[in-house]
């Protein structure tokens, strides 16, 4: 019996290292996933915010073509401005 104690005790040994990189894999595999997660709202978020102004700037462009109002065209091209920075910027 004692040897089987000692055989197991060795297996113990040898399986160590292999447990401990298995969880650093696990906590690095988990960190990538939430990375993931984080840039999928920002992508949303990101999203989200450029419909709202593209709804603004399509009010503002019925405004500047079908009224003429000059107030409404400055609007127009600043909100195109803004949308266009979102899009081409880079998230956190």
Do not use: F, W
Not at 26 to 37: G, I, W
Request: glycine share 8%; hydrophobic share 35%.
């Amino acid at each position: 019996l004692s040897g089987c104690a000692v055989a197991g005790a060795a297996v113990d040994v040898v399986t160590l290292p292999v447990k401990v990189v298995s969880k650093g894999v696990d906590l690095a595999t988990t960190s990538q996933s939430e990375a993931d997660e984080k840039r999928g709202r920002q992508l949303r978020e990101r999203e989200e915010k450029i419909g709202k102004l593209a709804l603004q700037r399509d009010e503002a462009a019925e405004d500047c073509l079908d009224r003429g109002d000059k107030d409404a065209c400055d609007r127009m091209r600043q909100l195109d401005y803004h949308i266009d920075g979102l899009r081409n910027a880079p998230l956190d």
